[in-house]
């Protein structure tokens, strides 16, 4: 099983510019999640998806969009990059749509906004 | 919201020796504490949980206590090895499909 797939693991924008971040899980977990990592400032929730066609914010989400379309694929958008949104992103999925239960997560995407 | 604090935000030590690493969290509603580990360049992965019914949980030389009256919460790494060098998250979470993580510590272990 490859677990979770994030793609690009590397990109560069311009300030304005849009971009998706892929992410793909096979594991069938229901719960799918954006995190956000930068330095100091541990993890943070951007977006989280407790099922296809159910999305709901988290602590950061200005700026974010998502879409749970089918169980497996859960992209984060970035509409308009700005400076503030460079950072290291990380997809995570878990078994089930409660609270308690292993977040399995992806390599990470790092992503520099000029 | 929740909030978790976690401290130290780095931790040197040598071979052989323990480490601790403390968490407090502010919802008295929280009833999920896992700890992550984070290799670099890698994403974070699970190395224990405990839950809010228990106070304490071992796993090797991994052990994870839970004081809920005070709302905190500590990982202890006995025997520390070169390979337990990474940085550690402490998270909490509450009844609505979320984790608020703690902002991390660097543990480095000198052999």
């Known amino acids: 099983n490859a677990g979770v797939t994030q793609t690009p693991k590397f990109q560069v924008l311009k300030t304005g510019q849009s971009m998706t971040l892929q992410c793909a899980q096979d594991?069938?977990?229901?719960?799918m999640s954006w995190y956000r990592q930068d330095p100091g400032m541990g993890l943070r929730l951007i977006h989280y998806s407790v099922g296809a066609g159910i999305t709901d914010q988290g602590e950061v989400p200005n700026g974010y969009n998502v879409s749970r379309s089918t169980t497996e694929d859960f992209p984060l958008r970035l509409l308009s990059a700005a400076p503030s949104q460079t950072s290291v992103y990380f997809c995570?999925?878990?078994?089930?749509?409660?609270?308690?239960?292993?977040?399995?997560f992806g390599e990470g995407s790092r992503l520099t906004v000029l | 919201g929740e909030n978790v604090e976690q401290h130290p935000s780095t931790l040197s030590v040598q071979e052989g020796d323990s480490a601790v690493i403390k968490c407090t969290y502010s919802d008295s509603a929280s009833n999920y504490f896992p700890w992550y580990k984070q290799e670099l360049g890698k994403g974070p992965q699970l190395i224990i949980d405990?839950?809010?019914?228990?106070g304490e949980k071992k796993d090797q030389r991994i052990a994870v206590t839970l004081n809920k009256t005070a709302k905190h919460f500590s990982l202890h790494i006995t025997e520390t090895q070169p390979e337990d060098s990474a940085v550690y998250f402490c998270a909490a979470s509450t009844g609505y499909s979320t984790l608020t993580f703690g902002k991390g510590t660097m543990l480095l272990v000198s052999p």
């Open positions: 405990i839950r809010s019914n228990v």
């Open positions: 995570a999925s878990k078994a089930g749509q409660g609270n308690t239960g292993e977040l399995f």
């Open positions: 594991m069938n977990h229901e719960y």
